[in-house]
Antibody, heavy 118, light 106 residues
Framework: QITLKESGPTQVKPTQTLTLTCTFSGFSLTTSGVAVGWIRQPPGKTLEWLALIYWDDDKRYSPSLKNRLTITRDTSKNQVVLTLTNMDPVDTATYYC??????????WGQGTLVTVSS | DIQMTQSPSALSASVGDRVTISCRASQSVSYFLAWYQQKPGKAPNLLIYKASTLQSGVPSRFSGSGSGTEFTLTISSLQPDDFATYYCQQYNYYFTFGQGTKLEIK
């Protein structure tokens, strides 16, 4: 059974850096084809893909946010970490950790709501 | 960036109705198109991938079609559990979602 769970702060101040951790189980991020990523959803709005890290440590970022995003992994802990710098109120959203393969997002965490406010 | 446009944005229908939701890509995404269902307060759930392949466990009343830039999601006979928001997503070049279609009870 594949599970993913996001953890991190529920509130950050403008200009701060957000660090979110995804802790997963039921699969290995070293298995060929597997990828773990992050997708966010502002309240009442659509979904926005942020970043992806592959089984071979290759990384992909949203072109519109790549200057602010970093994704890393710790395979020994079954964790993936996302950092988003220079937070702004427009970054208020539910952040989802996801898992998939061959480009497809199949499994989702429950999501964590992050509010940006001073 | 590839833009995904869904229509309609909202739809009212009754149990038993046949419903179709459209999704258009700003450029060809081949068949790399997925459909998700999302209920309030929950993460999206994958329904269809590769435009027409039903994800395991998804009822057969859901079907998808299309390729290139035009895609449709069809629910053949609406059930009470189907009232939700539906998103299309292209995964041919990075990932982009449509704006969503909210399916409401008439």
């Amino acid at each position: 059974q594949i599970t993913l769970k996001e953890s991190g702060p529920t509130q950050v101040k403008p200009t701060q850096t957000l660090t979110l951790t995804c802790t997963f189980s039921g699969f290995s991020l070293t298995t060929s084809g597997v990828a773990v990523g992050w997708i966010r959803q502002p309240p009442g709005k659509t979904l926005e893909w942020l970043a992806l890290i592959y089984w071979d440590d290759d990384k992909r970022y949203s072109p519109s946010l790549k200057n602010r995003l970093t994704i890393t992994r710790d395979t020994s802990k079954n964790q993936v970490v996302l950092t988003l710098t220079n937070m702004d109120p427009v970054d208020t959203a539910t952040y989802y950790c996801t898992q998939g393969s061959r480009g497809l997002t199949v499994y989702w965490g429950q999501g964590t709501l992050v509010t940006v406010s001073s | 960036d590839i833009q995904m446009t869904q229509s309609p944005s909202a739809l009212s229908a009754s149990v038993g109705d046949r419903v179709t939701i459209s999704c258009r890509a700003s450029q060809s995404v081949s068949y790399f198109l997925a459909w998700y269902q999302q209920k309030p307060g929950k993460a999206p759930n994958l329904l269809i991938y590769k435009a027409s392949t039903l994800q395991s466990g998804v009822p057969s009343r859901f079907s998808g079609s299309g390729s290139g830039t035009e895609f449709t999601l069809t629910i053949s006979s609406l059930q009470p559990d189907d009232f939700a928001t539906y998103y299309c997503q292209q995964y041919n070049y990075y990932f982009t979602f449509g704006q969503g279609t909210k399916l409401e009870i008439k």
